[in-house]
Structures are given as C-alpha cells and as structure tokens.
C-alpha cells in the first residue's frame, strides 16, 4: 500500500515568487491535513480539505491557499514568496480526519527556501 | 489562551533505560496523538488517543483526561528510538490539531 507521497521534496524559490506543492494521500483516504514547521514556532496547521472542499482553515495569511481534488490528491500554493515562509510543509492523510478518531499518515514533507 | 506544553524538552538516555515524556494542555480534548520525527523531517503517528491507555510494542502512550496530562513511554529504549517526539491535541471546540514543541530524546549505546 502506497503511503503519503509529497513533491517535490525539496525546492528554492526567490522572494516574490510562488510555489504549488503536491501531496497524494493514501488510496481510499478523503481527507488532506497541511502543515507548516519551522523551527521558531514548530507545527502549525494550515488547513484541511475532506471532498474537495476547505473543512478547516488555521491562522495564516491569505497568501497561502490549497485545494483539492476528485481523485483527493491536494495542491497548496503559497503566493508572494517571504523569507519566513521557508519551512518544512507536511501533509497528512486520514480515511475522514475532521472529528474523528482515524489515524493519519504523514508524507516525507517539501522542505522549501525562500532566498 | 490554549496551550499544549511538553517535558522535558531534551532527554538523554542509556540504552536500555525505560523513558517517559509528558505532555499537559489546558482544557478539554476531543484527541490527541503522539507523532516520532526523525531527522530528515519525516513524521510518523505512533498513537491517537481519546482514553485510557494504548500499547506498540516497546510504546505506551497513556492519557487522564481529567488532569488534562498524558504520557509517552518507551521500555528497553533503543538508540533508533533517538528522535523528537511531538504531541498535538484536537481542542474539544474544534477539528484541527495543535502541536507541543516537542522532546528531543537521544538514546546512547
């Protein structure tokens, strides 16, 4: 069984520029968690999509957006690149995430620097 | 303000040794999950709790919910074990998770 495949796994952009990552989740898992680490304020949540749709948004800028797809495979975009944008993003799948108790799978990350 | 807090934030240990890592919130959960990140940035769940207590192997992640405090152990730790353990809580109010700031364990041979 396949896991949580991230790409790509690591990427420099330029202040200004933007930046699409992809993540596939799990085959039968509905649901795509993204996350933001970086080392002066560790894991954050950025949002999560069930269906297609935005179930969960965390606290950050309009400057980052995702979606997601029939096939449940996400894409996040971060536009207007910033030097504090550079982090490790992780996403991670679950068969409904949300409220539930399903466990979830996390990729290997897109390790992304802003120069 | 809610928070998550972990202890300790660095641990050493000898190979062998039985380690325990706490985490403490601050008010009601709906779950939380135990997470192991090796160096290089992959995560991977080790346990999602709501109650009680769940065994892995050499992992017991245990959890009372009404002094709002769980912990991690690990028995006959390993040096594989060395990573950095993160716990994240799912707030009763919401859906999302909100990440400790971890424990950096090191397991000597």
């Known amino acids: 069984k396949a896991g949580v495949t991230q790409t790509p796994r690591y990427l420099i952009k330029t202040r200004g520029q933007q930046v699409t990552l992809s993540c596939s989740p799990i085959?039968?898992?509905?649901?795509v968690s993204w996350y933001q680490q970086t080392p002066g304020q560790g894991l954050q949540f950025l949002f999560e999509?069930?269906?297609?749709?935005?179930?969960n948004k965390g606290n950050f800028p309009g400057r980052f957006s995702g979606r997601q797809f029939s096939n449940s495979r996400s894409e996040m975009n971060v536009s207007t690149l910033e030097l504090g944008d550079s982090a490790l993003y992780l996403c991670?799948?679950?068969?409904?995430?949300?409220?539930?108790?399903?466990?979830?799978?996390f990729g290997s990350g897109t390790r992304l620097t802003v120069v | 303000k809610n928070e998550v807090e972990q202890s300790p934030q660095n641990l050493t240990a000898q190979e062998g040794e039985f380690i325990t890592i706490n985490c403490s919130y601050s008010?009601?959960?709906?779950?939380l999950h135990w997470l192991q990140q090796h160096p290089g940035g992959g995560i991977v769940s080790l346990f999602m709790?709501?109650?009680g207590k769940k065994k892995h192997g050499r992992l017991i992640a245990t959890i009372n919910i009404q002094e709002k405090h769980s912990s991690l152990h690990i028995t006959a730790s390993h040096p594989r074990d060395s990573a950095v353990y993160i716990c994240?809580?799912?707030?009763?109010?919401?859906?999302?998770?909100?990440f400790g700031t971890g424990t950096s364990l090191t397991v000597i041979p």
């Open positions: 999509y069930f269906s297609e749709t935005q179930r």
């Open positions: 085959s039968g898992h509905r649901s």
């Open positions: 991670a799948s679950s068969l409904v995430g949300g409220a539930s108790n399903y466990g979830y799978t």
């Open positions: 008010v009601g959960i709906s779950a």
């Open positions: 994240a809580v799912r707030w009763n109010t919401g859906n999302q998770f909100y």
């Open positions: 709790l709501s109650s």
